[in-house]
């Protein structure tokens, strides 16, 4: 079937003409340029399928490219146990990061002095709070010599003013205090021993961070220009290959729907099958006439044949009637010798003009040479519409072949800008790597300062732990103990508050002029002017301007809060500077393609399907078979063969011989007999046969004569009005189809430009790895690096404030001991003394002991008392002392031991 919407035409149906009957289809079906109804099914199913509907583009899926590394760092993983201490700093550093100062300072456009100022009105809080807990530092010291030299002075005035229970809760009371300042002096040493790890952890791991960070930025670059130049070029590619192909196939997708598109409009394949269905009934009607006529020639031959025997016997009749006797002659007269002549005659429809010209019209053959032409014509279609559109497919292949080296040209800024950002990224790496490597080496000196000052804290923190009341008795080393822990903390006073400065100068303005910037979410308007700063400081953009190359108008709070919600990069780094895909893939901003598409237009062209020669053919055929009369040549062939009737006289002459007296001359009249039968049996007979054949061809003629005169006139109508839409609005079908053709190409060009804007700015390039480089930057400086110096800072300068509160407690302690337990001390020694004298007892029953010496010998045995006597108790002590047994003379060790004791100072011990 041809296409489906046939328009319904005032002038002719084209549904009429449809009705052919199979008869003809089936004589036609093996014409190679009028198609059957089968096989034109067959293609133009496929050419709806191919040129009428718009075909999907099937566009290949984009790479994803090398995968990031940046979660190798495990940074979820981490704990953040410092954090809470740059909150506390922040206190100290409110202001920002400074970016006037900055340019001022690279400028040097600021006198010294003010400069100076400025820097000291900016960090006049952290100066501040530095000198002050550097003076505590410093008074710590100087208050525990004051305190060590005034303390017997102090002990005097308050030996009258305090009682022994007072005395021993307040000795409780302090060793309570000191345990609890020793348990919260453990946990800034922790801190600092837990910060000083983790800041080591986080610089020996930065080169292997660095590299990762850089990497994934150096893969997201790559990876972003390769996913770009892969849609762009690919497309690009799939699009103008089917636009060839499409090119190419003109004939199948232009030509044919022409043809096609007539046909629906004009029903000429139907006008044609009907010529063929009327060149067969016109070869049927002339291939019968030329058998009528063959026939009317073997009837003349016949008709003579006949004529030259009916002679013969009408001589030989006279010559027997005249041999016959006097007594038959009147009998042999009664035969008569006339009417022996052939009736028959075709020449009226021989000689008939009609006749003639229609058996001429089979033998000539001009009406088939005129339909033949006409089906050629319309055959040509597809090929002339192709040759005349192969100018215009020349220029669309010539202008879509520059398009593309467009394209590839176009992404050369691209590849441009990559090999740029890879080469400013390289640079910038092996800078940082180079700087990170110095910083892990001046790490360690760092590290083993840092536990330097932890294991002067944890010898401080053991001797004063060693000293505080345990419930175990007072030693000789108790005191000692304290004194030396007083003293290390004095030392380790001054060695935090340096390790707490440092800290607090590096963790607090890391924390304002870094951190801060890096974590101001989400307007990162100090970090805008951070980068504003050091792309005018260094000249090469910044660290996170890598991108802004050709943009100068690139906003980083945009770009962090889209790269965080993951958007694609085109949009985000305005890549449509280096590369405007719209621009490359729009069709319609192509004022060339315009201009072509214009100009191909349907041309004036002269399709003649109903030419002169088979418009005359067709009335010539039209008037012979509407003309023709063929009744009357079947009347005239209708008569009698022969004027006589042979079989009668046959008989007769039978008759009349038997009547015959003479049996010569009856004889001879038999044998006259004989021979017209002979003759009614051979010569009539066939020229009779031959008479009815001719009726039997003339009666069918004259019944097809009047069909075929229908169907001629139907032909020529519908030729007309096909002719007629050919000249008038056949241009109308050429504009539509071509226009056809020309969406379909645009159709094509649109999907490129779909596909190519939909993927470049919602689809590839997602710029999440950007914010993850940069997650992971500021991660490691501040949460893994700032945030412990801050711990660091906080711990030192707690330990500082738990160091000046430990001191007076320790001073109180240690005048506790001295005071109470004098006596102790001294017992003990001499009980040692007075055990290494008296070696054995006597034999003799001893003596009673005195009350002291009992009290001695218990004191001795008995566990040491605990520290709860007041310093005063020894201006209290009980005056009713009992003289004591005479020891046995001292031995020289005992001797030296005391000598020893007796010069020693009361403050040592």
């Given at each position: 079937?041809?296409?489906?919407?046939?328009?319904?035409d005032?002038?002719?149906?084209?549904?009429?003409?449809?009705?052919v009957?199979?008869?003809?289809?089936?004589?036609?079906?093996?014409?190679?340029?009028?198609?059957?109804?089968?096989?034109?099914?067959?293609?133009?199913?496929?050419?709806?399928?191919?040129?009428?509907?718009?075909?999907?583009?099937?566009?290949?899926?984009?790479?994803?490219?090398?995968?990031?590394?940046?979660?190798?760092?495990?940074?979820?993983?981490?704990?953040?146990?410092?954090?809470?201490?740059?909150?506390?700093?922040?206190?100290?550093?409110?202001?920002?990061?400074?970016?006037?100062?900055?340019?001022?300072?690279?400028?040097?456009?600021?006198?010294?002095?003010?400069?100076?100022?400025?820097?000291?009105?900016?960090?006049?809080?952290?100066?501040s709070?530095i000198?002050?807990?550097?003076?505590?530092?410093?008074?710590?010291?100087?208050?525990?010599a004051?305190?060590?030299?005034?303390?017997?002075?102090?002990?005097?005035?308050?030996?009258?003013?305090?009682?022994?229970?007072?005395?021993?809760?307040?000795?409780?009371?302090?060793?309570?205090?000191?345990?609890?300042?020793?348990?919260?002096?453990?946990?800034?040493?922790?801190?600092?021993?837990?910060?000083?790890?983790?800041?080591?952890?986080?610089?020996?791991?930065?080169?292997s961070?660095?590299?990762?960070?850089?990497?994934?930025?150096?893969?997201?670059?790559?990876?972003?220009?390769?996913?770009?130049?892969?849609?762009v070029?690919?497309?690009?590619?799939?699009?103008?290959?089917?636009?060839?192909?499409?090119?190419?196939?003109?004939?199948?997708?232009?030509a044919?729907?022409?043809?096609?598109?007539?046909?629906?409009?004009?029903?000429?394949?139907?006008?044609l099958?009907?010529?063929?269905?009327?060149?067969?009934?016109?070869?049927?009607?002339?291939?019968?006439?030329?058998?009528?006529?063959?026939?009317?020639?073997?009837?003349?031959?016949?008709?003579?044949?006949?004529?030259?025997?009916?002679?013969?016997?009408?001589?030989?009749?006279?010559?027997?009637?005249?041999?016959?006797?006097?007594?038959?002659?009147?009998?042999c007269?009664?035969?008569?010798?006339?009417?022996?002549?052939?009736?028959?005659?075709?020449?009226?429809?021989?000689?008939?003009?009609?006749?003639?010209?229609?058996?001429?019209f089979?033998?000539?053959?001009?009406?088939?040479?005129?339909?033949?032409?006409?089906?050629?014509?319309?055959?040509?279609?597809?090929?002339?519409?192709?040759?005349?559109?192969?100018?215009?497919?020349?220029?669309?292949?010539?202008?879509?072949?520059?398009?593309?080296?467009?394209?590839?040209?176009?992404?050369?800024?691209?590849?441009?800008?990559?090999?740029?950002?890879?080469?400013?990224?390289r640079?910038?790496?092996?800078?940082?790597?180079?700087?990170i490597?110095?910083?892990?080496?001046?790490?360690?000196?760092?590290?083993?300062?840092?536990?330097?000052?932890a294991?002067?804290?944890?010898?401080?923190?053991?001797?004063?732990?060693?000293?505080?009341?345990?419930?175990?008795?007072?030693?000789?080393?108790?005191?000692?103990?304290?004194?030396?822990?007083?003293?290390?903390?004095?030392?380790?006073?001054?060695?935090?508050?340096?390790?707490?400065?440092?800290?607090?100068?590096?963790?607090?303005?890391?924390?304002?002029?870094?951190?801060?910037?890096?974590?101001?979410?989400?307007h990162?308007?100090?970090?805008?002017?951070?980068?504003?700063?050091?792309?005018?400081?260094?000249?090469?953009?910044?660290?996170?301007?890598?991108?802004?190359?050709?943009?100068?108008?690139?906003?980083?709070?945009?770009?962090?809060?889209?790269?965080?919600?993951?958007?694609p990069?085109?949009?985000?780094?305005?890549?449509?500077?280096?590369?405007?895909?719209?621009?490359?893939?729009?069709?319609?901003?192509?004022?060339?393609?315009?201009?072509?598409?214009?100009?191909?237009?349907?041309?004036?062209?002269?399709?003649?399907?109903?030419?002169?020669?088979?418009?005359?053919?067709?009335?010539?055929?039209?008037?012979?078979?509407?003309?023709?009369?063929l009744?009357?040549?079947?009347?005239?062939?209708?008569?009698?063969?022969?004027?006589?009737?042979?079989?009668?006289?046959?008989?007769?002459?039978?008759t009349?011989?038997?009547?015959?007296?003479?049996?010569?001359?009856?004889r001879?009249?038999?044998?006259?007999?004989?021979?017209?039968?002979?003759?009614?049996?051979?010569?009539?007979?066939?020229?009779?046969?031959?008479?009815?054949?001719?009726?039997y061809?003339?009666?069918?003629?004259?019944?097809?004569?009047?069909?075929?005169?229908?169907?001629?006139?139907?032909?020529?109508?519908?030729l007309?009005?096909?002719?007629?839409?050919?000249?008038?609005?056949?241009?109308?079908?050429?504009?539509?189809v071509?226009?056809?053709?020309v969406?379909?190409?645009?159709?094509?060009?649109?999907?490129?430009?779909?596909?190519?804007?939909?993927?470049?700015?919602?689809?590839?390039?997602?710029?999440?790895?950007?914010?993850?480089?940069?997650?992971?930057?500021?991660?490691?400086?501040?949460?893994?690096?700032?945030?412990?110096?801050?711990?660091?800072?906080?711990?030192?300068?707690?330990?500082?404030?738990l160091?000046?509160?430990?001191?007076?407690?320790?001073?109180?302690?240690?005048e506790?001991?001295?005071?109470?337990?004098?006596?102790?001390?001294?017992?003990?020694?001499?009980?040692?003394?007075?055990?290494?004298?008296?070696?054995?007892?006597?034999?003799?029953?001893?003596?009673?002991?005195?009350?002291?010496?009992?009290?001695?010998?218990?004191?001795?045995?008995?566990?040491?008392?605990?520290?709860?006597?007041?310093?005063?108790?020894?201006?209290?002590?009980?005056?009713?002392?009992?003289?004591?047994?005479?020891?046995?003379?001292?031995?020289?060790?005992?001797?030296?031991?005391?000598?020893?004791?007796?010069?020693?100072?009361?403050?040592?011990?």
């Amino acid at each position: 079937m041809f296409i489906s919407f046939v328009k319904n035409d005032d002038r002719f149906n084209a549904a009429e003409f449809r009705g052919v009957k199979a008869s003809t289809y089936s004589t036609i079906s093996n014409s190679a340029l009028v198609p059957t109804a089968s096989s034109r099914d067959s293609i133009n199913e496929s050419l709806n399928t191919s040129s009428f509907s718009l075909s999907r583009l099937h566009f290949l899926d984009v790479p994803k490219g090398d995968d990031m590394r940046v979660s190798d760092l495990k940074l979820n993983e981490e704990f953040l146990v410092f954090e809470v201490f740059s909150h506390l700093t922040a206190f100290l550093q409110p202001a920002g990061f400074p970016p006037d100062l900055f340019r001022d300072v690279f400028n040097k456009r600021v006198p010294l002095q003010i400069l100076a100022f400025k820097v000291l009105k900016l960090e006049i809080a952290p100066l501040s709070w530095i000198i002050l807990w550097g003076l505590l530092s410093l008074c710590l010291p100087i208050a525990v010599a004051a305190n060590l030299c005034c303390s017997s002075n102090i002990r005097r005035l308050d030996e009258d003013s305090c009682s022994n229970d007072s005395t021993t809760h307040l000795g409780r009371i302090i060793g309570y205090l000191l345990h609890v300042q020793l348990l919260l002096l453990l946990c800034p040493i922790l801190l600092i021993l837990a910060g000083n790890e983790q800041i080591s952890k986080s610089i020996s791991r930065s080169p292997s961070t660095v590299d990762i960070i850089y990497e994934d930025v150096n893969t997201f670059v790559r990876n972003t220009h390769m996913q770009l130049s892969f849609v762009v070029t690919s497309s690009v590619d799939i699009a103008i290959e089917a636009i060839r192909k499409d090119l190419e196939g003109v004939d199948v997708l232009l030509a044919r729907p022409y043809q096609q598109e007539l046909s629906a409009e004009t029903g000429i394949d139907v006008a044609l099958l009907e010529l063929e269905d009327l060149k067969a009934s016109t070869f049927h009607v002339t291939s019968l006439i030329t058998e009528i006529l063959n026939e009317c020639s073997a009837a003349r031959v016949a008709a003579s044949v006949l004529q030259d025997q009916l002679a013969d016997i009408s001589r030989q009749l006279t010559v027997v009637r005249q041999q016959c006797g006097v007594k038959d002659r009147a009998l042999c007269y009664t035969l008569q010798q006339s009417g022996f002549d052939v009736a028959f005659s075709v020449d009226n429809l021989t000689n008939d003009v009609k006749i003639r010209q229609l058996e001429r019209f089979g033998s000539e053959e001009l009406f088939n040479a005129s339909v033949d032409a006409a089906r050629k014509v319309f055959a040509e279609v597809p090929d002339q519409i192709a040759m005349e559109a192969s100018i215009y497919v020349a220029d669309m292949k010539a202008l879509f072949s520059r398009r593309r080296t467009q394209v590839y040209k176009s992404t050369h800024a691209l590849d441009v800008l990559t090999r740029s950002l890879s080469k400013t990224l390289r640079i910038r790496k092996e800078s940082a790597s180079a700087l990170i490597r110095q910083a892990v080496d001046w790490d360690l000196w760092r590290w083993l300062s840092v536990l330097g000052i932890a294991l002067l804290l944890a010898l401080t923190w053991g001797l004063l732990l060693c000293g505080a009341p345990c419930g175990c008795g007072l030693t000789s080393r108790t005191v000692a103990f304290l004194l030396a822990g007083l003293g290390l903390s004095c030392v380790a006073c001054i060695a935090v508050w340096v390790l707490g400065s440092v800290a607090l100068l590096a963790g607090g303005h890391g924390e304002s002029l870094l951190c801060r910037p890096l974590y101001d979410k989400p307007h990162y308007k100090r970090l805008a002017e951070l980068v504003k700063v050091e792309g005018e400081l260094f000249g090469d953009g910044g660290v996170f301007q890598l991108f802004q190359k050709g943009n100068d108008s690139l906003n980083v709070a945009e770009v962090l809060k889209n790269c965080e919600r993951d958007q694609p990069v085109y949009q985000i780094f305005r890549l449509y500077n280096q590369i405007d895909v719209n621009k490359v893939t729009n069709h319609r901003e192509w004022e060339d393609l315009k201009r072509l598409f214009s100009n191909f237009t349907a041309e004036e062209n002269s399709l003649e399907i109903l030419g002169p020669a088979l418009q005359l053919n067709l009335q010539i055929l039209s008037s012979l078979t509407a003309t023709a009369n063929l009744t009357t040549h079947r009347t005239q062939i209708s008569v009698p063969t022969t004027r006589r009737d042979l079989n009668s006289f046959a008989d007769q002459l039978n008759t009349v011989a038997s009547q015959l007296s003479d049996p010569i001359s009856a004889r001879r009249i038999d044998n006259l007999a004989f021979s017209v039968r002979r003759v009614v049996h051979n010569e009539l007979r066939r020229l009779a046969e031959l008479r009815n054949r001719i009726l039997y061809q003339i009666t069918t003629l004259e019944v097809l004569l009047p069909p075929l005169s229908k169907q001629v006139n139907q032909s020529l109508s519908h030729l007309k009005d096909v002719q007629y839409f050919l000249d008038n609005e056949a241009w109308q079908v050429s504009e539509r189809v071509r226009r056809r053709f020309v969406s379909r190409i645009e159709s094509y060009l649109d999907q490129l430009n779909d596909h190519v804007n939909v993927t470049v700015t919602k689809g590839i390039g997602r710029c999440r790895p950007v914010w993850n480089a940069f997650h992971a930057s500021r991660f490691q400086v501040c949460k893994l690096t700032v945030d412990p110096m801050n711990g660091v800072a906080f711990s030192s300068f707690s330990l500082m404030l738990l160091f000046l509160t430990i001191a007076p407690v320790v001073l109180k302690l240690v005048e506790h001991y001295r005071d109470g337990n004098e006596d102790t001390l001294s017992s003990t020694s001499h009980g040692r003394s007075f055990d290494e004298t008296w070696a054995s007892p006597s034999s003799s029953t001893p003596e009673m002991p005195s009350s002291r010496d009992a009290a001695a010998s218990a004191h001795a045995d008995s566990p040491p008392t605990p520290p709860a006597t007041s310093p005063g108790s020894r201006s209290r002590r009980p005056s009713n002392r009992q003289v004591p047994v005479p020891p046995r003379p001292p031995s020289a060790i005992s001797a030296r031991i005391q000598s020893a004791r007796s010069t020693t100072p009361k403050t040592w011990i």
